[in-house]
């Protein structure tokens, strides 16, 4: 059974970079046929998607966070993470790890449990 | 990509269908049978209800069905229960390599 767990510090100042790690157990990350993704959630507001990764480094981005987000993998961990530089206000939400699949990754079939990341002085 | 819009709430009866939209454009909703439905409850992760327009991942009651006309996907919820209580967000594969999720509905059973 494929598991999912988001990690990394709950309180990041402004400006600086948030850095989140997923922790896949239960399956390799390194499977050919999923890519694996990562989306927020700011508190009382709805989910938006940030980007997607496949085990091989091929990324997609947001258009609206491209600019400052890396997702990266490290298959030898079975770990993938998630960069956002120049963090304000507004990136305070909960970041959920999950797995993108179907035919262009379209939808989300096994989620973390979220992490909520404040960004706050 | 701006966000697919749906209703900010919608209730219903025990017992009773409900119906929750999600409005795109051609370049998203209207232009690919890829629309996805989640349950969120309170505090925690999305689940998956329904991908690819109207089909139901394994586990999931056939209480709930999914369909599309033009650019408006919609879910439905027949035979309304307490325990289907909770916000509800559709999503559609709008471009290469891009996604966008809907704003959300909150489902209420009265």
């Known amino acids: 059974h494929l598991q999912l767990q988001e990690s990394g510090p709950g309180l990041v100042k402004p400006s600086e970079t948030l850095s989140l790690t997923c922790t896949v157990s239960?399956?390799?990350?390194?499977?050919?046929?999923?890519?694996w993704g990562w989306i927020r959630q700011p508190p009382g507001k709805g989910l938006e998607w940030i980007g997607n990764?496949?085990?091989?480094?091929?990324?997609s981005y947001d258009p609206s966070l491209k600019s400052r987000v890396t997702i990266s993998v490290d298959t030898s961990k079975n770990q993938f993470s998630l960069k956002v530089s120049s963090v304000t206000a507004a990136d305070t939400a909960v970041y959920y790890c999950?797995?993108?699949?179907?035919?262009?990754?379209?939808?989300?079939?096994?989620w973390g449990q979220g992490t909520l990341v404040t960004v706050s002085s | 990509q701006s966000a697919l819009t749906q209703p900010a709430s919608v209730s219903g009866s025990p017992g009773q269908s409900i119906t929750v939209s999600c409005t795109g454009t051609s370049s998203d909703v209207g232009g690919y049978n890829f629309v996805s439905w989640y349950q969120q409850e309170p505090g925690k992760a999305p689940k998956l209800m329904i991908y690819d327009v109207s089909n139901r991942p394994s586990g999931v009651s056939n209480r709930f069905s999914g369909s599309k006309s033009g650019n408006t996907a919609s879910l439905t919820i027949s035979g309304l229960q307490a325990e289907d209580e909770a916000d509800y967000y559709c999503?559609?594969?709008?471009?290469?390599?891009?996604?966008?999720f809907g704003t959300g509905t909150k489902v209420t059973v009265l």
């Open positions: 239960g399956g390799s990350i390194s499977s050919i046929s999923h890519y």
């Open positions: 999950a797995r993108p699949t179907g035919i262009y990754y379209h939808y989300f079939d096994y």
């Open positions: 990764i496949y085990y091989s480094g091929v990324t």
């Open positions: 999503t559609s594969y709008a471009s290469t390599t891009t996604l966008v």
